[in-house]
């Protein structure tokens, strides 16, 4: 009989613990949070969003980070006091546009809090937004928490850089980033500063804001290849990418000499992705699960194949909002008073009792997520209709506050890959036969065929950028190329340090500059040329500009009223 004891006592057991009620908890209970009947780690509910906005948070506020960092790194080289584009002529001549005064008109033209503030030091301005950004990006990355006003201090920030950028600030992961900012905004409580504001669980609008804009950014990149070039139609733009992208890495060197049959592989999983998948979305729990998962590997598979900026990194930022806390909680550690205990607790609380009071704050709340998700929706006709058209633009904004945009990206590839080389000479007469030019090398970018292809994403030296794009046009549609000439001919600090070599470093500035036009290809593995230590073989293709003296870019830089650039 006393075998039998314990087994025969735990029904009664069963019931004691039953009679004591909820209100006053066993201390086993106790000890047994987070764990199921059976002693295993309990396991998240499905549906909620708490530990998503915490994954989602800092994946934004890392991007915001670099974005923040190149800014800081390059703003004043490209648009400050004497940079290659200043922003303050350009606010002036916007200024002057309309009317002469700062005007709202003025304003909604270019928003940006650059507006207000002393322009006479426009390097001073141009830092203090980005250490700004720096510091609250930081903050976000490291506490995984942030409230309404730190993200729109953000957003703001970054805008007022963007729409004073000009060129130098255009690509379409600019407008991503803000759009993306924008809904991060309202994924915070307004003041709190908690990973777990209890008060404000993730509003579901927000979610599907942001699986909204994943949605667009890869239906708008398939649709726009599909009815771009007929490479992509034929499968074979794959065949060219790897070595015609804007900054190709070593990756990419060996995977352009992929076999034909890969190629068309690759060509076809891009259509995949981009046509089929983002309909995974709206066809319940799973399949956008598994739309999210595929989305992250296709751009960590872009991430380790090219350098294009943090754009695949912010690519991944949405496609996140496609996972729950069930389906995140395995990247958090288990334990009493951790992350994931604190959810279940939560998930336990909203499971036995009633919902919670309709306090004014959350009613308020509910009817800032109404009107968010009403204004997305109403922006978003424009951009509908132009993923309808078969004319379709890519990467634009209907608006100057770039909440809602259009997206694209390859719909054309080019099949050979040209290059703008910047060549300085000391020598009195350019045209002399022994005059010796000299290559000035860019950060990243290809030049010299020996210097291995660079691997530096999520940063970006937009410089480099914009001389790939140079190089499909005439210097006439990039004067901004002349500028910097002119500013290569004074040794001008500033410039140079966008540069990884100057050859004329530690002697006098050069008495003549030029820009050469050359076609670059890949050595092939294993060949002669990469015997020889050459990653690029080139060939020249004609003068891309005549060389140039200071003398000659005095009135050309009047005219534009760009400082004239006084030898260092």
Not at 28 to 50: H, I, M, N, V, Y
Not at 52 to 74: C, D, G, K
Not at 172 to 200: D, K, M, N, V, Y
Not at 291 to 308: D, K, P
Request: with cysteine; aromatic share 12%.
């Amino acid at each position: 009989m006393r075998r039998a004891g314990p087994a025969m006592a735990a029904p009664g057991e069963s019931l004691r613990r039953r009679k004591a009620g909820a209100g006053d908890p066993e201390p086993e209970a106790s000890a047994g949070q987070g764990r199921d009947l059976k002693g295993r780690p309990a396991r998240l509910r499905a549906g909620t969003f708490w530990l998503t906005r915490i994954v989602l948070l800092r994946a934004l506020a890392f991007v915001y980070f670099v974005a923040f960092l190149v800014a800081f790194h390059q703003n004043k080289q490209l648009i400050g006091d004497r940079g290659l584009l200043p922003c303050r002529t350009y606010l002036q001549s916007v200024q002057r546009h309309f009317g002469g005064r700062v005007s709202w008109d003025a304003l909604s033209y270019a928003p940006t809090i650059l507006w207000l503030l002393d322009w006479s030091h426009m390097d001073a301005n141009l830092d203090a937004l980005a250490l700004l950004g720096l510091g609250i990006s930081s903050f976000i990355l490291v506490s995984g928490c942030a409230n309404m006003v730190l993200m729109a201090a953000l957003w703001v920030l970054y805008m007022s850089l963007v729409n004073v950028g000009q060129i130098c600030i255009s690509s379409g992961w600019e407008s991503q980033l803000l759009e993306t900012g924008f809904l991060g905004i309202f994924l915070c409580p307004l003041w709190t500063l908690s990973a777990l504001p209890r008060g404000t669980p993730t509003s579901r609008v927000v979610v599907w804001g942001f699986r909204w804009l994943i949605f667009r950014i890869m239906l708008g990149a398939g649709l726009i290849k599909i009815r771009g070039d007929r490479c992509w139609r034929d499968l074979t733009c794959m065949d060219f990418h790897y070595e015609t992208q804007p900054v190709p890495n070593p990756v990419a060197y060996f995977l352009h000499r992929s076999p034909w049959w890969f190629h068309r592989f690759e060509t076809l999983s891009n259509h995949f992705l981009e046509l089929v998948v983002p309909f995974f979305i709206f066809l319940g729990r799973r399949m956008c699960i598994v739309h999210g998962a595929l989305q992250v590997l296709f751009q960590v598979v872009l991430i380790i194949s090219g350098n294009l900026s943090f754009l695949n990194w912010l690519t991944i930022v949405p496609s996140l909002a496609c996972f729950d806390d069930a389906t995140l909680g395995g990247l958090f550690p288990s334990g009493p008073g951790r992350l994931k205990d604190q959810v279940l607790k939560i998930q336990e609380e909203e499971a036995r009792g009633p919902g919670a009071l309709r306090t004014r704050g959350r009613v308020a709340r509910g009817m800032v997520n109404l009107a968010l998700g009403v204004l997305v929706a109403w922006l978003s006709i424009p951009v509908v209709l132009n993923l309808l058209s078969p004319r379709q633009v890519m990467n634009s904004s209907f608006n100057p506050l770039r909440i809602v945009n259009t997206y694209g990206a390859f719909g054309s590839i080019t099949r050979e890959r040209t290059e703008v080389i910047l060549q300085g000479t000391a020598s009195a007469n350019a045209s002399a036969p022994d005059a010796t030019w000299e290559d000035y090398e860019f950060k990243c970018k290809p030049g010299d065929l020996r210097r291995r292809p660079c691997l530096i994403s999520p940063y970006h030296h937009r410089l480099d950028w914009l001389m790939w794009f140079a190089a499909f046009q005439t210097y006439e549609h990039n004067e901004w190329v002349i500028h910097l000439a002119g500013k290569l001919l004074a040794n001008d600090a500033q410039a140079l340090s966008l540069l990884a070599r100057n050859p004329f470093e530690g002697r006098d500035p050069p008495r003549w500059v030029r820009g050469e036009h050359y076609r670059y290809k890949f050595s092939r593995p294993g060949g002669r040329h990469a015997a020889e230590g050459k990653w690029w073989i080139r060939r020249r293709l004609g003068p891309y500009f005549p060389p140039l003296s200071r003398q000659d870019l005095r009135g050309y830089f009047t005219s534009r009223e760009w400082p004239y650039p006084e030898p260092e």
